[in-house]
């Protein structure tokens, strides 16, 4: 949980680069982003996805946690989620649209499954 938390500023690192050497506008701090690379905007884009799909796979894995889920499909699926959104990150800033779907597809479906296990575990 704590590498999914992390994971969230990673892409923030280079628009805080792109954003120091740009200079911060205090009285306007939202209009710089018109101005930064294209890079650093991609960056923005991960970044604010970042904070979405951490929600979903938060909750999937307190789930997982509270059901007491410690298969290693349950382990497997946490960690196969926190390196496709490394991935999603790098793919999303490179400008990989292809790959960057693939390794949201594969976050996703680690949520999902987290979620499966868990509803599955009370029910039976």
Request: hydrophobic share 50%.
């Amino acid at each position: 949980m704590v590498g999914a938390t992390v994971l969230i500023y990673l892409p923030f690192l280079v628009v805080g680069y792109s954003r120091f050497k740009l200079g911060y506008d205090q009285s306007a701090p939202r209009a710089m982003f018109d101005q930064l690379p294209p890079y650093s905007q991609r960056a923005t884009w991960a970044h604010q996805n970042s904070f979405e799909t951490f929600i979903i796979f938060s909750a999937a894995a307190l789930m997982a946690y509270v059901t007491g889920q410690n298969s290693t499909l349950a382990i497997g699926c946490a960690i196969a989620f926190v390196i496709a959104r490394v991935f999603y990150s790098v793919f999303y800033i490179l400008d990989i649209p292809l790959g960057r779907s693939l390794m949201f597809a594969i976050g996703s479906l680690s949520s999902g499954t987290l979620f499966v296990l868990s509803l599955s575990s009370l029910s039976g």
